[in-house]
């Protein structure tokens, strides 16, 4: 998975409380995103990041919030997590290819489950 | 907003077939288009890209062609095996210089022997 960790893997938190997910690269990308996927609405960007502190709003924001304070960490965090954001959360990061083009490369994915 | 459309869920096709996967795209036009694989529990993998003013882009068995004035990618995998079986993604970049995709919904190949 291209230098890309996700912690945790699986999670399981009960409505209301916070959780934070991170995503660790060791590619040194510029770029790095956070996506969520459900059935029936594929990837939909939820929060991304263009360099360190740099962050912008995707699709799917609203109940969310990241920091990138390293180039290689980039943190999810769910203030008060609600069962509507149970999900599969995939990190990706890129960069400017020789080609001119931006190629994301994903992480293994974190399992959340919101009771 | 952008809307990506791949117009079909699910794709079943024999073995040494082709297989061809339709990704359509409205509102505005793509300075890019990208093709990637997911299989089940795992993130996405990037297989192939094509430039507006490219016509086909080809990569082993792959094949990808854009259709700027269909608003339309096709993709192709020749000779299809059983390991192809996949959820296939496209995803439309607007050339801006922040890397940001939008992704269709994808459409499941099933590849039976």
């Known amino acids: 998975d291209a230098g890309i960790t996700q912690s945790p893997r699986h999670k399981v938190t009960e409505t209301g409380t916070p959780v934070t997910l991170r995503c660790h690269q060791t590619?040194?990308?510029?770029?790095m995103y956070w996506y969520r996927q459900d059935p029936g609405h594929g990837l939909r960007l939820i929060h991304y990041?263009?360099?360190?502190?740099?962050?912008d709003k995707g699709e799917v924001s609203d109940g969310y919030s990241v920091s990138r304070s390293k180039t290689e960490d980039f943190l999810l965090t769910l203030e008060s997590a609600t069962s509507s954001q149970t999900s599969v959360y995939f990190c990706a990061i890129s960069d400017l290819g020789g080609a001119g083009t931006y190629e994301q490369y994903f992480g293994p994915g974190t399992r959340l489950t919101v009771t | 907003s952008q809307k990506i459309e791949q117009n079909s869920e699910a794709l079943n096709i024999q073995e040494g077939k082709t297989a061809t996967l339709t990704c359509n795209y409205t509102?505005?036009?793509?300075?890019?288009l990208q093709w990637y694989r997911q299989d089940p529990g795992r993130g996405p993998v990037f297989l192939l890209l094509i430039r507006e003013n490219e016509k086909e882009k080809r990569k082993e068995r792959l094949k990808v062609t854009f259709d700027t004035t269909l608003k339309q990618s096709l993709f192709h995998i020749t000779a299809s095996q059983p390991a192809d079986s996949a959820t296939y993604l496209c995803a439309l970049d607007r050339g801006s210089t922040l890397g940001r995709l939008y992704f269709g919904r994808g459409t499941q190949l099933t590849v039976w022997p």
């Open positions: 590619e040194n990308h510029r770029y």
């Open positions: 509102n505005y036009s793509p300075a890019y």
């Open positions: 990041s263009y360099g360190v502190k740099d962050t």
